[in-house]
């Protein structure tokens, strides 16, 4: 891993290439990802892009699957300011 992941509980919205957005639980997250439980499953590699509160869509690929949950990498990394601010709107308290 690229960085530490922070754990936490919240939702996030996730939309599949040429697919109607849907609502996620998200279990971690950190500049470079975040785990995700799939209602919708996606194929290994496949690009998505995850909506967090208070910033655009990220762009990420699917980069390991366990069943429903799985991991994504963003294609860019958060910057840690923009990561701790997310972290504070989706409630985590760990940051």
Request: hydrophobic letters at 40%; charged letters at 25%.
């Amino acid at each position: 891993r690229k960085a530490g992941r922070i754990p936490l509980a919240a939702k996030v919205h996730v939309r599949r290439y040429g697919k109607l957005s849907y609502d996620v639980r998200i279990f971690d997250l950190s500049t470079h990802g975040c785990k995700l439980e799939f209602v919708d499953l996606p194929t290994h590699d496949e690009k998505l892009w995850i909506k967090l509160p208070g910033i655009e869509s990220l762009e990420a690929q699917v980069c390991w699957l366990d069943g429903h949950t799985g991991g994504a990498q963003f294609v860019r990394a958060l910057h840690p300011a923009v990561l701790s601010l997310l972290l504070t709107k989706l409630g985590c308290t760990t940051a």
